[in-house]
């Protein structure tokens, strides 16, 4: 379970199971000579078994007998303004407890997040959150299960059950798509990100079940995934507006893809023509032309609500692991007001 907390394997532990000498396992991990190929062998099979990491806070352990009162976050970018929110919403939390936070950037990578885990478990971090990379979590889980909490932020881990922030998916995208079919767009463009994310795959399922449920087959040719950055968004959206019978609407479902969907409307000149509903604030949305409709969340919250239920964990809440709903609603300003015109 989430945030049970057994105690960490210690070098006294690895010497026990590979019956050797303290002094043979620090030889061992610091790649000193002179110790025979077999017991070496002995004792690294001993930290894998054990999950011992060396102590990267060992010697100020020693001197406070106190908690490192660090945490780590692990999220996709630091260059995006959800990130960047959320980052500063964990902050906030974090300083309210007396704690400094370590971030880094997984690039939405799975063996990159992995190996930042190790790092920040090598020096006692006392938990993390962790906006998670598309693949199976269950290695993490049992790297971290029993060690410290763990709670995943936006996305849903693949594999496991988890403490999760996120924000209610379906409902979001239900509301963008409803709003647009009030306008009378029926070929609506979807663009949306990695499909092994979870807010990719419900975004675009609630997409194409509120297509049907007014009547409407969702058409493939006017779903673009995988969208990544900027560059990827714009190339996406020439696509869908160079359909032979072409997109007359576009559901944006992350900010990165609402961006570049602005730039191509405007360069083209249908920002008056093609609606537009975009998936999260970006920057200058109320000074465009027309202003940004979009599903508004709150990733500052998203934050302070992980951080929350971060340092419940290292309090000792030891209860089922749950999903907490965070809110997005809809902020119309005109680019999703556009009426279908042929």
């Given at each position: 379970m989430i945030g049970e907390q057994s105690r960490r394997s210690t070098l006294h532990d690895v010497a026990r199971l590979a019956d050797v000498s303290?002094?043979?396992?620090?030889?061992?991990?610091?790649?000193?000579?002179?110790?025979a190929p077999t017991t070496a062998q002995n004792v690294r099979d001993a930290i894998e078994m054990l999950h011992y990491l060396p102590d990267a806070a060992a010697a100020n352990l020693a001197r406070t007998g106190r908690e490192t009162r660090s945490i780590a976050l692990l999220i996709p970018t630091v260059d995006n303004q959800f990130f960047a929110r959320i980052f500063h919403g964990v902050e906030q939390v974090a300083h309210e407890h007396g704690f400094v936070v370590f971030a880094a950037s997984t690039d939405l990578d799975l063996a990159t997040e992995e190996s930042l885990i190790r790092i920040f478990a090598s020096r006692q971090v006392d938990g993390f959150?962790?906006?998670?990379?598309?693949?199976d979590h269950r290695g993490v889980m049992a790297f971290l299960g029993t060690r410290m909490p763990c709670v995943f932020i936006d996305q849903t881990p693949a594999g496991v059950v988890a403490d999760v922030v996120t924000v209610d998916n379906a409902a979001a995208a239900r509301e963008a798509v409803t709003h647009l079919l009030h306008f009378g767009?029926?070929?609506?463009?979807f663009m949306g990100d990695d499909a092994n994310l979870s807010t990719a795959y419900q975004r675009r399922a609630s997409y194409e079940e509120t297509l049907r449920a007014a009547g409407v087959v969702p058409d493939s040719d006017l779903e673009e995934m995988g969208i990544c950055d900027t560059e990827g968004a714009e190339a996406a959206v020439r696509r869908l507006l160079g359909l032979t019978d072409p997109a007359t609407a576009i559901f944006a479902s992350r900010n990165m893809a609402a961006i570049g969907a602005v730039r191509v409307l405007q360069q083209m000149g249908l920002s008056h023509r093609v609606a537009l509903v975009g998936m999260g604030e970006i920057d200058v949305s109320d000074l465009l032309e027309p202003p940004l409709t979009v599903m508004a969340q709150d990733p500052l919250g998203?934050?302070?609500?992980?951080?929350?239920?971060?340092?419940e964990r290292i309090d000792g809440h030891?209860?089922?692991?749950?999903?907490?709903?965070?809110?997005?609603?809809?902020?119309?300003?005109g680019s999703g007001e556009i009426l279908l015109s042929r």
């Open positions: 303290i002094k043979t396992v620090s030889r061992v991990i610091n790649g000193e000579p002179n110790v959150i962790i906006a998670p990379a598309p693949g767009h029926r070929r609506i463009g998203f934050g302070r609500l992980a951080a929350q239920r971060l340092f030891d209860e089922t692991p749950r999903t907490l709903i965070a809110p997005a609603h809809l902020v119309t300003r």
